[in-house]
């Protein structure tokens, strides 16, 4: 079973662009989480989607967004790029179901750089 | 590695010997928890988790331990390799809202 991908591995940008960042979950995962990380504040929630709702919403600016589509696939977009949104940038997908009980299964990660 | 931060908690183990690595969680209600391990370069990887009805798990190599009184989670990693190290986060979960919180990290260092 392929695991969670992310593209692309690494990306450059300036300031004041936008990006977006692609995630494909595990399949028959449903839930899509995206954390941004860094070395300052470690593992930071974003947000969460399921069947292709924002379900959960972290305390980022209204720059960073997110959907889902149909077949789970997820994206996350940052408009107006700052130097602080350099980070890593994380997918995790999850199983529905079972309340809180889901393992989280992370991609590699985006590496943004903001300049 | 890249994605660890500079001002980590480190902990340096001698190779074979067991290591503990703690953690402080936040929200007395959070039911499940769970164990991460990150290596440079690439996603947390899960170790190993335990629900809250439950006070020890224990995996290969691995045991968590939980204490809610003082919400409190320990990871021991039994004769550990060079290949342990890592990074390690606790992450947990409201069971209201799903989401996960994790933990800074901390930093293992296995010497050989």
């Known amino acids: 079973k392929a695991g969670v991908t992310q593209t692309p591995r690494y990306l450059i940008k300036t300031r004041g662009q936008q990006v977006t960042l692609s995630c494909s979950p595990i399949s028959g995962h449903r839930s899509v989480s995206w954390y941004q990380q860094t070395p300052g504040q470690g593992l930071q929630f974003l947000f969460e989607y399921f069947s292709e709702t924002q379900r959960n919403k972290g305390n980022f600016p209204g720059r960073f967004s997110g959907r889902q589509f149909s077949n789970s696939r997820s994206e996350m977009n940052v408009s107006t790029l700052e130097l602080g949104d350099s980070a890593l940038y994380l997918c995790?997908?999850?199983?529905?179901?079972?309340?809180?009980?889901?393992?989280?299964?992370f991609g590699p990660g985006t590496r943004l750089t903001v300049l | 590695g890249e994605n660890v931060g500079l001002h980590l908690p480190t902990l340096s183990v001698q190779e074979g010997d067991n290591s503990i690595i703690n953690c402080a969680y936040s929200?007395?209600?959070?039911?499940?928890f769970i164990w991460y391990k990150q290596e440079s370069g690439k996603g947390p990887q899960f170790i190993i988790d335990?629900?809250?009805?439950?006070d020890k798990r224990q995996g290969q190599r691995v045991t968590v331990l939980l204490n809610k009184t003082v919400k409190h989670l320990s990871l021991q990693i039994a004769a550990t390799q060079p290949g342990d190290s890592a990074v390690y986060f606790c992450a947990e979960t409201d069971p209201g809202t799903y989401k996960y919180i994790f933990g800074t990290g901390t930093r293992l260092k296995v010497l050989a």
């Open positions: 335990i629900r809250s009805n439950m």
């Open positions: 995790a997908s999850s199983r529905p179901g079972q309340g809180s009980y889901n393992e989280q299964f």
């Open positions: 929200n007395s209600a959070s039911d499940y």
